[in-house]
């Protein structure tokens, strides 16, 4: 006689995890693996929109041409730049503002009220708002640097290399800020008050308080902040797009950008797709040199 054994209550349980995440797993691999894998198999092939039923397997040829290409090289050291301004400026200041918004003064109380409002508006309206702040006719920064005396006449803000670049990145950094401020404050309220109270019956001052303890136990926060600002910054479009369209001469002509102009100005998909892989290639190397500079656990275990 045959007896049936009832399943084992952790298989039932290992089987309950797995029905329960598999739906999570199907759906990520449909909006992430499926488009990543797409753009692979496109950046292999020749897809040029006026030629749609001529795709021929041309290997790595799309990879070649985009690296060979003049504005290759370019819009990478325009990317580079940027980022090398943006990460630090809006790690830095949210650092500052997350200070501010802790210390329960007048002035936090404004700035909870304030704070938000560049991370809530839409990045392309704020790059109308800053389109408009630094037109060369009658922006009001130029309108405010005029009255201060600070000027003699209108500064073409948008229409010069430096410092288009430079007023894009303003206004990038007033729009990440926010964000960066946000997740440092809730890592500062995380901190148990008992480690700043036993500082300070040792005698520790203010700054020896923020340079061993406040700063070692937000390093996490500060990894979280530098990757996703750095992914941020190197893949900003619409900013630049609205705020500059990519000049003047190519200077704001970022490597998004770029990989826009191959799609839907050249109508080459192909070689867009290639630019598409490369950049998120570049991305996974910035993420592993970030996480080998800051090691989180072994900086605890210190």
Do not use: C
């Not at 753009?39 to 060979?68: C, H, M, W």
């Amino acid at each position: 006689m045959n007896l049936i054994v009832p399943p084992r209550p952790k298989y039932r349980e290992a089987r309950y995890a797995y029905a329960t995440v598999l739906p999570v797993v199907l759906l990520v691999a449909l909006f992430t693996l499926y488009p990543i894998g797409f753009a692979v198999v496109t950046s292999l092939r020749e897809v040029v929109l006026y030629k749609p039923e001529s795709t021929p397997f041309v290997g790595l040829k799309n990879y070649v041409d985009v690296i060979r290409s003049e504005f290759f090289t370019s819009a990478w050291g325009h990317t580079l730049t940027f980022a090398a301004g943006a990460v630090p400026f809006a790690t830095v200041l949210g650092f500052g503002i997350a200070h501010l918004l802790n210390a329960r003064t007048r002035m936090a109380s404004f700035l909870n009220v304030t704070i938000l409002l560049p991370w809530a508006i839409p990045t392309v309206i704020s790059g109308i708002i800053w389109a408009w702040i630094f037109n060369s006719s009658y922006g009001a920064f130029n309108g405010a640097l005029y009255s201060l005396g600070v000027i003699e006449r209108y500064v073409p803000w948008l229409s010069r290399p430096t410092t288009a670049l430079l007023s894009v990145l303003f206004a990038h950094v007033w729009k990440e800020v926010p964000l960066t401020s946000i997740l440092y404050l809730a890592a500062l309220q995380a901190i148990p008050d008992e480690l700043f109270d036993a500082a300070r019956a040792d005698g520790a001052g203010a700054l020896a308080a923020l340079r061993h303890i406040t700063i070692p136990l937000l390093i996490p926060t500060t990894l979280i902040i530098v990757v996703y600002e750095t992914m941020v910054a190197i893949v900003t479009f619409d900013l630049l797009y609205v705020m500059t369209g990519g000049g003047p001469g190519g200077a704001t002509s970022l490597i998004s950008y770029f990989v826009y102009n191959s799609m839907f100005t050249s109508y080459n998909f192909g070689q867009g797709a290639a630019l598409a892989v490369l950049l998120a290639a570049s991305l996974v190397v910035f993420i592993v040199i970030y996480l080998r500079l800051l090691r989180s656990e072994e900086l605890y275990r210190e």
